[in-house]
T-cell receptor, first 113, second 112 residues
């Protein structure tokens, strides 16, 4: 059964450094998403991406964040200058055209020290 | 505004039924979802219900939707120890392609 995959599973970085989180969505899916879950808090929407552009973003998704689909398979989330409060589990999700279900990857745990 | 609320914990005995409840605020939500998260794992889609339905059954899972009260529940029949996990309710205000708004999750503990 196809799955969303994410790498790395755990990333430790120092405050102020740039990080890139990578996702490979399910191959025939056209909608892509990033969510995050700070420890003990709700899963929060960050951004959605369709047809090579951002379709919606939350207030969290400020100028420090960017997303890209650099090729036909990867979907990345970049944080330019990480802050301590960016420490969270980051989930990628994808959905196919015409469907309402979003399928999530296993997540990348980002720890900013 | 958009908000989804769940109780934080539920403990049941193996073989009993579990009922996990959720309330949401956005009456325009077209689809409502239940996801399961096991320790160290991602979010697994369990089931979903369209807002014009009252009930959906899928094997041991029954979803009930009371649109008037904006209340969603997930019933797990014959709960097993393997059902121990965090269960998240989510709504989709915009429908297809739109974001999901999650509750804080209910931790289900199943005791043998």
């Amino acid at each position: 059964e196809p799955e969303v995959t994410q790498t790395p599973s755990h990333q430790v970085t120092q405050m102020g450094q740039e990080v890139i989180l990578r996702c490979v969505p399910i191959s025939n899916h056209l909608y892509f998403y990033w969510y995050r879950q700070i420890l003990g808090q709700k899963v929060e929407f960050l951004v959605s991406f369709y047809n090579n552009e951002i379709s919606e973003k939350s207030e969290i998704f400020d100028d420090q964040f960017s997303v890209e689909r650099p090729d036909g398979s990867n979907f990345t989330l970049k944080i330019r200058s990480t802050k301590l409060e960016d420490s969270a589990m980051y989930f990628c999700a994808s959905a196919r055209m015409g469907a309402y279900e979003q399928y999530f990857g296993p997540g990348t745990r980002l720890t900013v020290t | 505004g958009e908000d989804v609320e769940q109780s934080l914990f539920l403990s049941v005995r193996e073989g009993d039924s579990s009922v996990i409840n959720c309330t949401y605020t956005d009456s325009s939500s077209t689809y409502l979802y239940w996801y399961k998260q096991e320790p160290g794992a991602g979010l697994q889609l369990l089931t979903y219900i369209f807002s014009n339905m009252d009930m959906k059954q899928d094997q041991r899972l029954t979803v009930l939707l009371n649109k008037k009260d904006k209340h969603l529940s997930l019933r797990i029949a014959d709960t097993q120890t393997g059902d121990s996990a965090i269960y998240f309710c989510a709504e989709s205000p915009r429908g297809q392609g739109g974001k999901l708004i999650f509750g804080q999750g209910t931790e289900l503990s199943v005791k043998p």
